[in-house]
């Protein structure tokens, strides 16, 4: 027997035959040939179908290639509020509630829900701030709507600013209203101690001109306190080279010298029995709660007003009347969407078609196609 192996035998032997490739498998090559079999149809439909999206846009209806634009410049005069503040004003919740109740959103789009109808006004708005002025855009399909909305922005921004503002005195007017409930407190239990003394058997009042003496320097003392809370709270934020500020620290300086003057009553008070001398410190807790209760009224008051002198006022240079005619982006959004989504299912299709004909040739898979057939079937 010969060891020698023949030419044949070697070319058959298993190592040197070509590496096992699985039909399953497709290559980029692949994909290519069957995109330029089918390329008529990739390239076409896409076309056809733009070219319709195009006409139903066109005859459902005219204005859809059309849009307005309504601008409206809002003037803000000078104030401590910063003009983001009022920006954030514009793109609040609290504006969008406004324009809801007032301009009724709902029957203005023509939309079942309020809300909806919001959400495509704020999709439609744009503002921003440019030099002294801020300025609201809107975007609009409807010209009458759009200036309708525009001009509304103003005069709901003027009532919002009035009311959601943060000014330096306002401020200060919520440090004093949040004092205000305690001093209240203490002042109204100060006046039932009294009043519970004075309605008692053995109450024995010490002489009108000591009581008065007393009263005089608790109200002293109660204006001096007020007075030192109003330069705490304006010096906190800076207001120190105010003439306000200023004038505070003149008027604390004679309360403080009108003091100095009447602070001789001590001799006065050592003459009064024990239980006298406890009615006096009653008086004097009373005086000093009723002065520092009125004094504080006064000042939430005086803020509120001075309050009014730090809003900035909403002006416009003029109301819109007639929009700005725009060319409309959406139309051409649609016929690009269309012709992408077509492209993608037809390419699809025609992997779908070559994959299923190569299987198709494949004797191994004539009952799995056979069976394929019978359940697309209907019947």
Not at 82 to 87: D, F, I, R, Y
Not at 216 to 226: E, G, H, P, Y
Not at 262 to 269: Q, R, V
Request: proline share 3%.
């Amino acid at each position: 027997m010969s060891n020698n192996v023949d030419e044949k035998q070697l070319k058959n032997h298993s190592i040197f035959e070509a590496p096992y490739r699985n039909d399953d498998e497709i290559n980029l090559l692949d994909i290519a040939v069957i995109l330029a079999k089918h390329k008529k149809a990739i390239i076409g439909v896409p076309v056809i179908v733009a070219m319709i999206t195009a006409l139903i846009i066109g005859i459902n209806t005219r204005t859809s290639l059309k849009n307005y634009k309504a601008s409206i410049q809002i003037y803000l005069t000078e104030s401590s509020i910063p003009k983001e503040a009022v920006l954030s004003l514009i793109n609040s919740k609290s504006m969008g509630d406004s324009l809801m109740k007032r301009l009724e959103l709902g029957k203005l789009y023509n939309i079942a829900s309020d809300k909806k109808a919001l959400n495509q006004l704020l999709n439609s708005v744009n503002s921003s701030i440019q030099n002294d002025y801020i300025t609201v855009t809107i975007n609009d399909s409807d010209s009458s709507r759009a200036v309708k909305l525009t001009n509304a922005y103003p005069k709901i921004l003027g009532s919002l600013v009035e009311k959601f503002a943060i000014t330096e005195t306002s401020k200060r007017r919520l440090i004093f209203e949040k004092s205000l409930l305690g001093i209240k407190k203490t002042f109204e239990q100060s006046e039932e101690r009294l009043i519970d003394t004075q309605h008692s058997p053995d109450y024995n009042p010490p002489e009108t001109m000591v009581v008065e003496m007393v009263k005089k320097t608790a109200a002293l003392k109660a204006r001096i306190a007020m007075k030192e809370l109003e330069l705490f709270t304006m010096a906190s934020q800076d207001m120190a080279k105010y003439p306000s500020y200023l004038r505070l620290e003149s008027e604390l300086n004679d309360l403080w010298s009108e003091f100095s003057r009447i602070d001789l009553s001590k001799g006065i008070i050592t003459k009064v029995s024990l239980k006298q001398l406890e009615y006096l410190r009653l008086i004097r807790d009373y005086q000093y709660n009723e002065t520092r209760y009125e004094q504080l009224v006064k000042v939430i008051e005086k803020s509120k007003i001075d309050e009014l002198d730090e809003l900035p006022v909403i002006r416009t240079i003029s109301s819109i009347e007639q929009p700005e005619e725009t060319a409309s982006s959406k139309p051409l959004i649609y016929i690009v969407f269309s012709s992408a989504l077509s492209f993608i299912i037809i390419v699809l299709w025609a992997l779908f078609v070559e994959a299923f004909r190569n299987a198709k040739n494949d004797p191994k898979n004539k009952v799995q196609i056979e069976s394929f057939r019978r359940a697309m079937k209907w019947r």
